[in-house]
């Protein structure tokens, strides 16, 4: 076992080029990059097939310790080069990572767009409800009230609820996580990458020096306690009221389901149009890829 982590780290990490990394001690993505590379470890997903995109933050930094294909990308708009990836090598297991801010405040419309497209692709959105990288600025997620650098009397504007959001917009899997229940987690970001369509996994994560030092949990263990004392499951959640829920959120898969995702409907339009339009074209030329990804994709653990 021991041997086992110790080689998925060896294999996955750029471990000689990259480190240390620059995340603050107790960060929650820490724990959020243990649990990815496990996932796609335990999948037998060759490590030139797998691609990890991000945008711009302290999340945004993550593809520059993993050793798959890897961009960092622009702020907001790691889904739209993920996108441009998949259709052009719809072999590829493809994933991206970002913050709260990265995927709702400036990449909200490329997030919303993504999951009702149906994209055959993981998305990893790592809610530390602050942007981080940038000092403190509340973002979409920082709840009503609390305090940030920008919010000094605390903040006057309502939090999404990104998970929810994801499934009101049409993603085909949606999961939210914890950095806490971090065995769940690894489940949890497997469950979603051998997902054929648009997979959502929200992962409730600890700015303890933004976030928590401006609103009383200066510290990772304070942070673990509360995602420990307010985190629910999914079906316990759906028994209690709406009072009772007040201040905790549900942890566990909210949406999975089954229907057409872009790339194979994109495929499937080209050959068309190609048999349509230019049937004496050899086909080798034009490169009507099926989606294969989950051919890669072998791991029972
Ligand atoms: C176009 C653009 N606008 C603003 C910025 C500045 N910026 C960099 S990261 C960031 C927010 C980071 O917050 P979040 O996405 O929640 O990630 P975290 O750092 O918390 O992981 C901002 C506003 C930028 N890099 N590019
Ligand atoms: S600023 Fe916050 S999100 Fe960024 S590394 Fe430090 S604790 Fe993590």
Redesign the pocket.
């Known amino acids: 076992m021991v041997e086992h982590a110790a080689k998925v780290r060896h294999d996955f990490l750029r471990h000689d080029m990259q480190f240390p990394h620059v995340w603050c001690p107790g960060c929650g993505l820490g724990i959020v990059l243990g649990a990815l590379i496990r996932a796609t470890a335990d999948l037998d997903i060759p490590q030139d097939e797998l691609v990890l995109a991000s945008?711009?933050?302290?999340?945004?930094r993550m593809p520059a310790y993993v050793d798959f294909n890897t961009l960092h990308t622009?702020?907001?708009r790691s889904l739209t080069f993920a996108t441009g990836i998949k259709l052009a090598n719809p072999g590829l297991t493809v994933l991206t990572v970002?913050?709260?801010?990265?995927a709702t405040a400036?990449g909200g419309n490329h997030f919303i767009h993504a999951a009702r497209r149906n994209l055959n692709m993981t998305a990893i959105i790592?809610n530390?409800r602050?942007?981080?990288?940038?000092g403190g600025?509340y973002?979409p997620t920082t709840p009503y009230g609390d305090k940030a650098t920008t919010a000094m009397y605390g903040n006057i504007e309502h939090a999404f609820n990104i998970a929810e959001l994801a499934v009101t917009a049409g993603a085909s899997f949606v999961a939210r996580g914890t950095v806490h229940h971090v065995p769940q987690l690894d489940t949890l970001i497997k469950k979603g990458i051998r997902k054929k369509g648009f997979a959502v996994i929200e992962v409730i994560s600890n700015?303890h020096t933004y976030y928590g030092r401006q609103n009383n949990m200066p510290d990772p263990v304070a942070h673990q306690l509360w995602m420990k004392e307010n985190a629910v499951s999914v079906g316990k959640a759906a028994k209690m009221s709406a009072e009772e829920m007040a201040g905790k959120f549900s942890i566990g898969v909210l949406a999975d389901v089954d229907k057409p995702f872009y790339s194979e409907e994109y495929a499937k339009i080209r050959q068309r149009a190609c048999d349509e339009v230019a049937p004496d074209v050899d086909e080798a030329e034009i490169k009507c890829e099926p989606d294969r990804s989950d051919e890669f994709i072998s791991g029972s653990r």
């Open positions: 945008g711009i933050g302290c999340t945004g622009t702020h907001g970002m913050g709260d801010g990265d400036i790592v530390n602050i942007y981080g990288m940038t600025q973002s700015c």
